[in-house]
């Protein structure tokens, strides 16, 4: 995502907007006593918002993690976070993965690792 993210600065000068979290649904688990119960069913629908399709970002299978672009420009300063959520043992509690990136000197700088909050969860 942030080399797509990257992409559209270069065009457009600008990030998409702020999108998701996609799936809307707090948790990819609904029944993990049935098979495939605990992930996100893909759904080509959840993925038609501009800022997705900018980002030419989807996902066509079932799925653990649910996504969030999120750009901000305070202070003239121009950023992004890629996230994603994931409840992987359906127990109540998110993993969160984050990647960050902004704008310096007119070229977009991400940050060197994907920032990983309880991995396992």
Not at 96 to 103: A, D, I, P
Request: proline content about 5%; overall charge negative.
């Amino acid at each position: 995502m942030s080399d797509a993210a990257r992409a559209r600065y270069a065009i457009d000068g600008k990030f998409p907007a702020s999108v998701g979290p996609t799936p809307a649904k707090s948790s990819c688990c609904t029944d993990p006593t049935v098979e495939g119960g605990d992930k996100c069913v893909a759904d080509a629908k959840n993925w038609q918002n501009e800022s997705w399709l900018a980002l030419d970002f989807v996902i066509m299978d079932p799925h653990y993690y649910r996504y969030e672009f999120v750009s901000s420009n305070e202070g003239g300063r121009e950023s992004y976070t890629a996230l994603a959520y994931g409840d992987l043992d359906c127990d109540g509690m998110s993993s969160t993965y984050s990647l960050y990136g902004e704008v310096v000197d007119g070229e977009v700088m991400s940050a060197p690792d994907i920032i990983k909050i309880d991995a396992l969860e």
